[in-house]
């Protein structure tokens, strides 16, 4: 068991991801997202068995055990209480909990790997016999979990505060992609377990932990709160704003900005199109084949074309406050969800 004084530690560690959920609600009184047109009103016409515990990109945890991932609501799943999905790779699910301790399992509900670590884990995936993660201390992890041996530990820079939007690693051919909390991408080898490569995003001192990354084709995009970068063969590309979410489909990227804009660019962050959505609070944001799909905080669905023409306003019957989750075409809030369409 951990000690009081870990424990603390871990906690500590763990607020600094929802301090800017807090901070956000602070500060000068701010006008609110007013739309003069709106199409139709809009429900969450779908129940969950039991109300959203906790979210992260990946998905959301249910207060029963339960998760939804992308691709929807899981009831085969039932986690430990405490735990939380971290993420879901090749049918096994990763769960934590704020104590460091860390369970795979597989599509059976059978243990794949458990290890305890000294701080949470806020991100990790897994591919094959390895399993990347992320600690609340800054820590990246490399592990064989057949062998249950730790084939890398790096400790990147110390931390002060983050957004509690965390990116997963992610396994490409030969490499593995790290994101750290501190704004920098860790390129490590599988064979060696070597770090080839660290990418610096942004070097804010807060919040600047990588919140996205992708692989399109010879590209790799991440992006910070604060710039979007794109790496390819020949040269390293940068945006620089006050940035809220990224979403990739194919050859384009969109990047949501905290000010209401949405801006459509290509791989070479070239920009392509933009739309103005006065004073809104993006939620989050999804594409199915043919449209956009974005929540509003205050209680609205943004629904245009990929060209980001055309849009469509959706009024919920609620205002959208935490724990809300967009999976690949639906939105789940609370107990609730709804289809997009």
Not at 59 to 87: I, S
Not at 150 to 174: G, H, N, Q
């Amino acid at each position: 068991t951990l000690s009081g004084k870990q424990t603390m530690k871990n906690f500590t560690l763990l607020l600094a991801f929802f301090a800017a959920l807090i901070l956000s609600g602070c500060g000068t009184k701010r006008q609110y997202f007013e739309p003069e047109n709106v199409t139709a009103k809009i429900s969450l016409s779908h129940s969950l068995p039991s109300p959203i515990a906790s979210v992260n990109k990946n998905g959301a945890t249910l207060n029963n055990g339960n998760v939804v991932t992308k691709k929807g609501l899981n009831t085969n799943v039932k986690l430990n209480e405490g735990f939380w999905l971290l993420n879901q790779n090749e049918g096994r699910v990763i769960s934590t909990n704020l104590e460091g301790e860390l369970v795979i399992t597989g599509g059976d509900g059978s243990v794949v790997y458990s290890s305890k670590f000294p701080t949470a884990i806020v991100a990790a995936s897994t591919e094959g016999n390895l399993l990347a993660a992320v600690s609340a201390e800054n820590h990246i992890y490399l592990i064989d979990i057949s062998q249950a041996r730790t084939l890398m530990e790096y400790k990147s820079s110390e931390i002060y505060a983050v957004d509690s939007r965390v990116a997963s690693p992610l396994f490409m051919d030969t490499l593995v992609i790290f994101p750290s909390l501190d704004g920098k991408i860790y390129i490590v080898q599988k064979d060696s377990a070597r770090i080839l490569r660290d990418v610096v995003v942004s070097s804010e001192q807060f919040f600047n932990n990588v919140t996205f990354l992708d692989v399109v084709g010879e590209n790799m995009i991440a992006a910070t709160a604060k710039k979007v970068l794109v790496i390819n063969p020949n040269k390293t590309l940068y945006y620089d704003g006050e940035i809220k979410d990224v979403l990739v489909n194919n050859a384009d990227i969109y990047i949501f900005k905290k000010d209401g804009v949405v801006i459509k660019t290509d791989l070479k962050l070239q920009k392509k199109n933009e739309a103005r959505f006065k004073f809104a609070i993006f939620s989050g944001a999804a594409i199915t084949a043919n449209n956009l799909f974005i929540v509003e905080k205050t209680g609205y669905v943004i629904k245009t074309d990929l060209n980001l023409s055309n849009p469509k306003i959706y009024e919920f019957d609620t205002e959208i406050k935490d724990k809300n989750f967009i999976g690949a075409n639906a939105f789940y809030y609370d107990d609730e969800f709804v289809n997009f369409e």
